[in-house]
């Protein structure tokens, strides 16, 4: 049944991503203009515990859409993964008036949102994360911000790798899921694409593909591979004893965490959070928004938690292609 709230929460939890500060932006205004008050939480549900949390109004999310990161803190919290964090996370909600809660992360941060919506505070989670990887949205908060920082660096160590006739591993990040490299392969024109989702342990075929590429006149050779996979500075080695040709690694790391949100980020996250805090106003609980077929939706989490993605067979196709 539907449960009118009155204050509600919002706090990022996870790994951060740009746009996240778009999300709560968002979030705080939609939802004072919907009547609520609204407090902010502090480094995700370990600041809950450790009840730092702030009040918030307009002026509170001015100058922060052009902004990665997030102004609110991220963390990780294993306290609140067991039933007695839960509790007591439920309790500091109730004591500081917060009966809704918007959660701004990851699969593992709807599994905390899970857990304090059984505890009867409202909650609604918005998918925050440069890794792609929830299954329920076919967008999250920062991807798309990720792998345009991503493609740029590619783009400059291709130029480097060209002029000194190298190969070059670039190494991506995305947890366990493909992802980031994929949509990287295809934007940079990479020569080898290696997924945590279709890695064979081949790695004779990117010689192989390597010296071939090599008689036929090209001057670099781009091997973007996830970070789910790894171990770039090791295979670099090794395909350089195997070819005799200088290879080199980089993994570019948390510089694809950060940076100016793009544009899309922006619209969306605040597209997500106007939308959460409508879902909230509206009594709804245990639902996350999402973006399928083009569309704004909401799922129950205990749904969206159970779906599945897999990596588009066309698109890994075409990377290849290319
Ligand atoms: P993400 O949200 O990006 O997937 P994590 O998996 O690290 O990132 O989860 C973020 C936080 O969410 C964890 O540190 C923890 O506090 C909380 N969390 C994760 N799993 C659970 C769970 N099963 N129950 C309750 N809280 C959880
Ligand atoms: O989930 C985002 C992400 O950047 C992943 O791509 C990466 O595996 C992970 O977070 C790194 O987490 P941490 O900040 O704990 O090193």
């Not at 009966?99 to 998918?127: E, F």
């Not at 990479?190 to 010296?211: F, S």
Request: proline residues 1%.
């Amino acid at each position: 049944m539907a449960k009118q709230v009155k204050t509600i929460g919002v706090l990022t939890s996870g790994g951060d991503a740009p746009g996240m500060n778009a999300a709560i932006r968002a979030v705080v205004r939609k939802s004072l203009a919907n009547g609520l008050k609204v407090k902010g939480i502090k480094k995700g549900y370990m600041g809950l515990l450790n009840e730092e949390i702030i009040d918030m109004d307009r002026r509170s999310v001015s100058d922060i859409i052009q902004k990665g990161g997030t102004i609110l803190g991220t963390a990780r919290c294993m306290e609140f993964t067991t039933a007695e964090g839960q509790a007591k996370g439920a309790e500091i909600c109730r004591k500081h008036g917060i009966d809704g809660m918007v959660v701004i992360g990851g699969d593992g941060s709807y599994r905390g949102a899970q857990k304090l919506s059984a505890q009867g505070i409202n909650t609604v989670g918005i998918p925050g994360t440069i890794d792609l990887d929830i299954a329920c949205t076919d967008y999250t908060i920062g991807f798309d911000t990720s792998i345009n920082t991503a493609m740029e660096a590619i783009d400059k160590i291709r130029d480097t790798s060209s002029s000194h006739e190298r190969v070059s591993i670039v190494e991506v990040m995305g947890r366990h899921a493909g992802y980031i490299a994929l949509w990287c392969a295809i934007a940079n024109g990479a020569d080898d694409i290696l997924l945590p989702e279709k890695y064979d342990y081949n790695e004779q075929r990117i010689i192989d593909n390597i010296i071939d590429n090599r008689k036929k006149g090209k001057t670099h050779h781009i091997i973007v591979n996830a970070e789910g996979i790894g171990h770039s500075t090791s295979m670099a080695r090794r395909i350089e004893a195997a070819t005799g040709l200088e290879t080199r690694a980089s993994i570019l790391g948390y510089m694809q965490r950060g940076g100016s949100p793009t544009c899309k980020d922006r619209v969306y996250a605040s597209m997500m959070g106007c939308y959460a805090a409508d879902i909230l106003a509206a009594g709804k609980t245990n639902r996350v928004v999402s973006y399928r077929n083009g569309q704004f939706v909401d799922y129950d989490i205990d749904e969206a938690l159970a779906m599945k993605k897999n990596i588009n067979e066309y698109m890994y196709e075409i990377a290849r292609i290319l």
